[in-house]
C-alpha cells in the first residue's frame, strides 16, 4: 500500500514538471509576438519576464507560507540565489545562441545536451542511477526533439562554433538548476515559493546588470506589455513554481526528459494557431516524445 501511494505521489511530481514544460512552451510562442510587435532585444524581454513574476510570486507566497516565506536557513539560500542566477543566465546564454546558429540548432543543442549531462552528472553528484526505463525515454526524446526541430544548414552565419558553445552552455546550465532543484526539493526543508520567489528577485536584479549596457527597452505598446505579463505571470511565476513542486518527488534525470513537452508545445501552437505547416518528421518526432512521457509515467512493478 504505501509503495503504490509513493508510486502515485512521483507520478503526480512528473506531471507538474511536465505542466510547467507546457507552460514554458507557449512562453516561446508569445515571446515571438512580442519581437513582432515592438522593436526590442532579447535582454530586455528576458529581465522584464522575471521581473514580472516576482510581485504574482512574492503574493502567492505571503498567502501561502505568511511569515514563514523568510524563514531560510543559511545552508539553503545559496541554492536558492544559485536556482535564480542558473534560469537568468541559461535564458542570456540560449538568446545569445540564437542570432550565430538560428532556433533550430541552438534549440536542439541546447534541449537534447540538458538531460544527457543531467544523467551523467546525477550519477556523479546524487548517485542517481538511471534504469533501463529511464534510458530508453531518454534515448526517445532525445531523438523526438531533434526531429521535431527541423535543423538546417548553418554554413552561412558567421559564428557558428560560438552560437553551438553558447547553446551547450545554456543546456549546462538548466542541467545543474535540475539538480539544484533537486537539492532543495529534499528533506522538505523549503517550500518551493520560497525558491522561485527569492530566486527570481536575484534573477531579475543579475538580468538588470546584463539588460541596462545592453539597451534596456521599456516601451511596448499595451498589448506588448499584456503579453510580458503573461511571460512573467504564467509561464514564469506558474512554471517555475510547479517545476520546483515537482522536483520534490521527480530524479533529476526524468524531470529533464519531462521538460522536452517544451519544444513539442510549441510546435503544436506553432501548427494551429500561428497556422505554420507540420512535416511528417515534426510528426514522428512529437510521437517520439509523447511515448517517452508515457514511458516514465508506466507504474513500476
Not at 538568446?95 to 541546447?110: K, Q
Amino acid at each position: 500500500m504505501q509503495q503504490n501511494i509513493l508510486s502515485d505521489t512521483a507520478r503526480a511530481g512528473l506531471f507538474m514538471v511536465m505542466l510547467a514544460a507546457v507552460l514554458w512552451g507557449t512562453g516561446n510562442a508569445v515571446a515571438r509576438t512580442i519581437y513582432d510587435i515592438a522593436d526590442t532585444n532579447a535582454f530586455s524581454v528576458a529581465f522584464l519576464r522575471m521581473a514580472l513574476s516576482v510581485p504574482a510570486l512574492l503574493l502567492v507566497c505571503a498567502m501561502t507560507l505568511g511569515r514563514r516565506m523568510w524563514s531560510l536557513t543559511p545552508l539553503d539560500l545559496p541554492y536558492m540565489l544559485g536556482a535564480g542566477a542558473l534560469v537568468a543566465l541559461y535564458q542570456v546564454s540560449f538568446y545569445a545562441a540564437l542570432p550565430r546558429v538560428g532556433v533550430a540548432i541552438a534549440t536542439v543543442v541546447a534541449l537534447c545536451s540538458a538531460p544527457v549531462i543531467v544523467a551523467v552528472l546525477s550519477a556523479i553528484l546524487l548517485r542517481e542511477r538511471p534504469s533501463g526505463k529511464t534510458l530508453i525515454a531518454l534515448t526517445a526524446a532525445v531523438i523526438g526533439t531533434g526531429l521535431l526541430i527541423n535543423v538546417q544548414s548553418s554554413t552561412q552565419r558567421p559564428d557558428v562554433l560560438g552560437g553551438v558553445l553558447l547553446a551547450l552552455l545554456a543546456g549546462t546550465l538548466y542541467a545543474i538548476n535540475a539538480l539544484v532543484g533537486r537539492k532543495l526539493g529534499s528533506g522538505n526543508r523549503v517550500h518551493p515559493l520560497q525558491t522561485a520567489t527569492i530566486g527570481f528577485l536575484f534573477g531579475a536584479f543579475i538580468l538588470l546588470m546584463i539588460a541596462l549596457p545592453m539597451g534596456l527597452v521599456l516601451t511596448y505598446p499595451t498589448t506588448g506589455w499584456l503579453r510580458l505579463a503573461y511571460l512573467g505571470v504564467i509561464p514564469t511565476a506558474t512554471g517555475y513554481t510547479l517545476f520546483f513542486s515537482g522536483m520534490r518527488t521527480t530524479t533529476a534525470t526524468a524531470a529533464s526528459i519531462a521538460t522536452l513537452m517544451e519544444p513539442l508545445t510549441s510546435t503544436l501552437i506553432a501548427v494551429i494557431v500561428l497556422h505554420e505547416p507540420m512535416s511528417p518528421q515534426a510528426l514522428v518526432g512529437s510521437g517520439l516524445l509523447i511515448l517517452a512521457m508515457l514511458q516514465l509515467l508506466v507504474r513500476r512493478q
